[in-house]
């Protein structure tokens, strides 16, 4: 009997092993749920050990730390993910930031959770799904991924994503503080809140009577507001903002009441303003630059906005990296907009204060400073004499209006502009300098350059550049001066023995199976279109430089093969294919060289069109970016890459990389 029993629970054992054995085999549909409900705190710290899907609002009390480790937690049904209410303080951190997720985004552009196939790849833990509470008193719903009701919140890691709610999709501070030290607060979507009258939008972090103290992390990619005070400014809302970054939000970067930013932050590329605030205070080395508006239907540069009658105040030196542009929101635009605090450079504003800061509107606005040593947007327009010549090529002119002083060089003295005339690329010539002052910019003549450097006979047109190999002398005229600078044309491409001065000449007369050799590097954006033709690029060492001019090389049509060693660098494109851009139906093969340094919103360094081809069997890929998702290579839908040898590295996407 006891032997039959032994013989019973070894099958059972068995038949428990096999079962386990069939659940982990290859094929077999195994779901893993995640917990409903938060881990029981260990001295003071909550910390996940799987994923946790809530279906009710969590909400600490005393002094708790979260810790992420890595894993998720999701709010299923509406509400808030978290809420810190009763003079609670919550620390958010991530032992595991390492951990991947996968997030779509869907229409409205906020990210939601989809392990098995989303494009968008998130590290560390996350907080998402919330949609705010709505309490009596209240009717749009508040914090939908942390509400800080009455207490303090500091996150050291770990993102806020992919929440929405009438305030504060990401994060919304009713009463209390939020420390933002590390980790994101990105793709979250509150849609709209009506208040005073008029429609706002707010994502990513909201204060109303509360303070946000931010020191790291980024705010990025809300749909609306990365950081907005109640009705824009006139809640109780304080931001101090001394590190981390604020960049593409769909709204302002950064609004409140009163702000204080120093340190080095970065405030950058949001859709409606960078920062507007009542009170605004500036030290230090702030970065706030590249904010735009769509205004009237028309895209405007718009990084800080000064409100009416209101003023920034400079606390401290401003570093020499600082350039920041200013908008008035008086009746003209124009006005004193800046004062230096009274414990700096006793009360008054430097000189060297006074250049950091540019108008964002142009149209004559200039910025000078008072006679009470404040800064004053003036409408402003230059009266250019006094010519003098420097070197061969530089005309200075004075601006001598009695109007006001202005910025074109200094504050206190001569205010000069200068325009410099240069050979450009491997034809004409352009100028440098200050060309937006100067109006109309004066006509460039064209003559031979004698063997003594004295100047020949005009060419006929004399304001055409030339084209045919030679030395030439280029000239312009300002006042009673004249400037010139002597230069060569030199051959830039061959097919055998035949020479061309512009690149692109070459690639319009290359025939199927012959070779364009580079002899000298060329700064030039170039177009391949030859349609069943087969033809190589020897780029022999040289490079070949769009000087940010559009996309390097751009291959329409036909098979184009690069070997030799060179570099394609210098491309900028707001659209796909910084670098090269290869079209549907056409073949590009990458055989060796370099294509490095080009930008664009997809594929910095390389972009494939459906229906394209592209074959790297050797060379690099590098330090490209993608300013919009992916940097090193972009695919369309149906395009063909294949690689074989080669290097793609250190390319820096939105993204991906």
């Known amino acids: 009997m006891k032997q039959n029993k032994k013989l019973g629970r070894k099958i059972l054992s068995t038949m428990l092993v096999l ?41 600490p009390s005393g002094d708790v730390t979260l810790d992420l480790n890595g894993f998720g937690i999701k709010k299923t049904g509406a509400g808030s993910v978290i809420k810190i209410n009763n003079g609670a303080s919550l620390t958010i951190t991530d032992s595991n930031p390492e951990s991947t997720h996968k997030f779509s985004l869907n229409e409205a552009g906020y990210a939601v959770l989809n392990e098995e196939a989303g494009e968008l790849a998130i590290n560390g833990g996350y907080i998402t799904g919330g949609t705010g509470i709505y309490e009596s008193g209240i009717f749009w719903g508040s914090g939908g991924g942390i509400w800080v009701k009455n207490g303090t919140c500091t996150m050291n890691g770990g993102t806020v994503l992919g929440n929405s709610a009438g305030q504060g999709g990401g994060v919304l501070v009713y009463s209390g503080s939020f420390n933002l030290k590390g980790g994101a607060i990105c793709y979250n979507n509150v849609g709209i809140q009506l208040r005073s009258g008029s429609n706002q939008y707010y994502a990513g972090i909201r204060n109303t009577t509360a303070t946000l103290n931010m020191t790291g992390g980024e705010v990025k990619n809300n749909i609306n507001e990365g950081v907005c005070g109640t009705n824009y400014c006139y809640g109780a809302s304080i931001a101090n903002i001394s590190g981390g970054v604020i960049s593409n939000n769909g709204g302002w970067g950064v609004t409140a009441n009163t702000i204080s930013i120093s340190g080095s932050p970065s405030i950058t590329n949001n859709d409606n303003g960078g920062v507007y605030s009542n009170t605004l205070t500036l030290s230090e080395s702030p970065v706030i630059s590249g904010n735009t508006a769509v205004v009237n239907g028309t895209e405007i540069s718009r990084n800080i906005f000064v409100p009416n009658n209101q003023i920034i105040t400079i606390a401290e030196h401003l570093s020499n990296t600082v350039a920041i542009g200013v908008t008035l929101g008086s009746t003209n635009g124009l006005g004193v907009f800046a004062q230096a605090a009274n414990g700096y450079n006793s009360g008054a504003l430097s000189d060297d204060d006074i250049l950091k800061f540019s108008s964002d509107e142009g149209n004559g606005k200039y910025i000078m400073k008072n006679d009470d040593n404040k800064a004053e947007l003036v409408l402003h327009s230059h009266t250019l004499n006094d010519y003098t010549v420097s070197g061969d090529n530089t005309i200075t002119a004075t601006c001598t209006n009695a109007d006001g002083e202005c910025t074109l060089a200094e504050v206190d003295s001569q205010h000069v502009a200068s325009l410099t005339i240069g050979a450009s690329g491997s034809a004409g010539a352009d100028f440098t300098g200050d060309t937006d002052v100067f109006d109309p910019i004066p006509m460039i003549n064209y003559y031979h350059a004698n063997a003594d450097g004295t100047r020949g006979s005009a060419l006929d047109p004399i304001t055409t550049a030339p084209l045919d190999e030679g030395r030439y002398w280029a000239e312009f005229t300002l006042g009673e001066q004249t400037a010139h600078v002597i230069y060569g044309v030199d051959s830039v491409a061959s097919i055998g023995e035949e020479r061309y001065t512009v690149l692109q000449n070459a690639l319009n007369a290359v025939a199927d199976g012959q070779t ?35 996309t390097v090389l751009n291959i329409k049509s036909g098979t184009l093969i690069l070997e030799g060693d060179g570099v394609i660098t210098g491309g900028k494109y707001n659209g796909s294919g910084g670098g090269v851009a290869i079209s549907g139906g056409s073949v590009f093969k990458m055989n060796s060289g370099t294509i490095e340094g080009n930008s664009a919103s997809n594929g910095g360094g390389v972009s494939i069109a459906a229906n394209a081809t592209f074959e790297m069997n050797g060379g690099t890929i590098q330090y490209n970016e993608g300013y919009t998702y992916t940097a090193g290579v972009f695919l369309e839908s149906s395009a ?16 991906y990389g």
């Open 516 to 550: 364009v050799g580079l002899l000298t590097d060329v700064k030039e954006c170039v177009t391949f279109d030859k349609s069943g033709a087969t033809v190589k690029i020897d780029m022999n060492g040289h490079t070949i430089d769009g000087d940010q001019k559009g």
């Open 640 to 655: 063909n890459f294949t690689m074989s040898g080669g290097t793609i590295r250190f390319n820096v996407g939105k993204d």
């Open 19 to 59: 079962a386990m054995l069939i659940g982990l085999m290859p094929g077999m549909n195994m779901t893993v749920r995640a917990a409903t409900a938060m881990p029981v705190a260990v001295d003071g710290v909550v910390k996940l050990v799987e994923d946790v899907e809530l279906s009710s609002t969590w909400e």
